[in-house]
């Protein structure tokens, strides 16, 4: 019969054991190479500051993106591929709008859907991206609707607030990268 001591400490490496299997991301696959997407703040006023990079790779037939972010507001953030490989300024409703020339979600089925990253609607939509307390976002992301050639010669924009996967998909655009074309 195992005592209580030992059977608290196989716990706790049972526990840590499961612990660093959840946190810790997959290897890249050998000769594989991500794309590196530089992130950037962005304002109406133009691209800012850099914040870090996210890591574009496609694995089992599904995009993966791997942030390295830094300067976000904590909480959780709606975050999306859009068409076009611009982070620059464009005039909406009369006035400059931050991020505004990478024009709406990426849509290829033309499906004027704004349904999650699982839904049948908009392929950029991408499930949300966790930033910390610190403002780091450093939690990998997995959307099984792209692949990196749907992405290439795009942008990712990453928005001030949670994406409600309906009518809401973050409000103002913070930060902005272009993934490089083909």
């Known amino acids: 019969m195992m005592t209580l001591i030992s059977r608290m400490v196989s716990l706790s490496v049972a526990a840590a054991l499961a612990s660093a299997c959840v946190n810790s991301s997959p290897p890249r696959p050998q000769g594989k190479q991500a794309i590196m997407v ?23 037939g599904a995009l993966v993106l791997r942030p390295s972010l830094s300067g976000l507001p904590a909480g959780a953030h709606g975050i999306h591929v859009h068409e076009n490989p611009s982070c620059d300024p464009a005039l909406k409703d009369g006035q400059p709008s931050a991020g505004g020339a990478a024009g709406e979600h990426y849509d290829p089925g033309a499906t004027g859907r704004h349904a999650g990253p699982t839904g049948a609607g908009h392929a950029g939509d991408l499930p949300r991206l966790m930033v910390d307390a610190e403002g ?47």
Request: aromatic residues 2%; hydrophobic residues 40%; glycine residues 14%.
């Open 38 to 60: 530089p992130m950037h703040a962005i304002s109406a006023e133009g691209v800012g500051a850099g914040m870090g990079r996210i890591e574009v790779d496609e694995e089992d």
């Open 136 to 182: 780091a976002a450093r939690m990998g992301l997995v959307s099984r609707n792209l692949r990196l050639a749907d992405v290439r010669g795009r942008s990712i924009i990453i928005h001030a607030a949670d994406d409600n996967y309906a009518d809401k998909p973050g409000g103002a655009r913070i930060a902005c990268g272009v993934i490089p074309g083909p």
